[in-house]
T-cell receptor, first 116, second 113 residues
Framework: DTGVSQNPRHKITKRGQNVTFRCDPI?????LYWYRQTLGQGPEFLTY????????KSRLLSDRFSAERPKGSFSTLEIQRTEQGDSAMYLC??????????????FGSGTRLTVV | AQSVTQLDSHVSVSEGTPVLLRCNYS??????LFWYVQHPNKGLQLLLK??????LVKGINGFEAEFKKSETSFHLTKPSAHMSDAAEYFC???????????FGTGTRLTIIP
């Protein structure tokens, strides 16, 4: 068990460019979650998957954001036409069936996005 | 709205003295409540969780929290602070049947040597 892995750790991009982040969850976890954390705030929920199915999306996830988990293992989060307001830490977490009431989430260290 | 409120954005205590981080919740139902800790450049780590079992919950590293329905509170305590406790602490709420976690704004704990 190597924990939840997120890549890259840091990403600097120019406004208007597309970026993609990757999350590798703990292998036996079938649930995967994305959160966004801006400076001085707590993380905010974006979306979650059970296996490959995306079961819930926050209204924070605008049309420029898309998340996938094609084989129920790793997940990608893509932001198209980035804006300065997208600058944040993007956190991934995974959990097992039974949900957080049983096991809690395990969070990755995050990808810090800076849009210049 | 159902949520959590962390009453202090910053708490400073001397090493070896007690720690109290305050959290109030707002919910129409019996919620699940958690405390997470975030050290600089590290991921969020679960300290403890309340899921309608025992109201006094013991967590890792000597932390504990008590669920008080009458006060709608879930304060985090530790008898004796250690330098390694310096971090950001988040009180977190989850409504019944919902996978989404709602985080408070965080409390930064500073330990004075």
């Amino acid at each position: 068990d190597t924990g939840v892995s997120q890549n890259p750790r840091h990403k600097i991009t120019k406004r208007g460019q597309n970026v993609t982040f990757r999350c590798d969850p703990i292998s036996e976890h079938n649930r995967l979650y994305w959160y966004r954390q801006t400076l001085g705030q707590g993380p905010e929920f974006l979306t979650y998957f059970q296996n490959e199915a995306q079961l819930e999306k926050s209204r924070l996830l605008s049309d420029r954001f898309s998340a996938e988990r094609p084989k129920g293992s790793f997940s990608t989060l893509e932001i198209q036409r980035t804006e300065q307001g997208d600058s944040a830490m993007y956190l991934c977490a995974s959990g097992a069936t039974g949900g957080i009431s049983s096991y809690g989430y395990t969070f990755g260290s995050g990808t810090r996005l800076t849009v210049v | 709205a159902q949520s959590v409120t962390q009453l202090d954005s910053h708490v400073s205590v001397s090493e070896g003295t007690p720690v109290l981080l305050r959290c109030n919740y707002s919910s129409s139902y019996s919620p699940s409540l958690f405390w997470y800790v975030q050290h600089p450049n590290k991921g969020l780590q679960l300290l403890l969780k309340y899921t309608s079992a025992a109201t006094l919950v013991k967590g890792i590293n000597g932390f504990e929290a008590e669920f008080k329905k009458s006060e709608t509170s879930f304060h985090l305590t530790k008898p004796s602070a250690h330098m390694s406790d310096a971090a950001e602490y988040f009180c977190v709420f989850r409504n019944f049947g919902n996978e989404k976690l709602t985080f408070g704004t965080g409390t930064r704990l500073t330990i004075i040597p």
